[in-house]
């Protein structure tokens, strides 16, 4: 992979961490998505990259029971998914990512 697909299969899998995290923190409609938009941003910022701190943080301040080994093994699975999506959808997905990654970064 090329560090480009590395990257959207990180804003990928990070889209779908906070999508997980978000129905565990019992977050519907437009918060989850904001949630895992904000999780996928964080792949773009190096300052906010480290997403499985973000949501063990999030996780404790809710009282949500989740132990780090859940989040690593979900966190994992998601990689695989984003992975093989990655591989499925080829360079139709590399725009769509382009496309994902504006508008996540734009104000």
């Not at 996780?59 to 994992?76: C, H, K, T, Y």
């Amino acid at each position: 992979m090329t560090s480009f697909e590395d990257l959207t299969t990180m804003i990928r899998r990070n889209k779908l961490l906070g999508l997980w995290a978000a129905e565990k923190l019992k977050l519907v409609g437009g918060d989850a998505e904001a949630y895992a938009d904000a999780l996928a941003v964080g792949t773009l910022d190096p300052d906010r990259s480290d997403v499985f701190s973000k949501i063990r943080n999030d996780f404790d301040v809710a009282g949500v029971i989740q132990s780090d080994e859940q989040i690593l093994r979900v966190m994992d699975q998601l990689m695989i998914q984003a992975s093989q999506m990655q591989g499925r959808q080829g360079a139709s997905s590399d725009a769509a990512a382009v496309m994902l990654a504006r508008k996540l970064t734009s104000p």
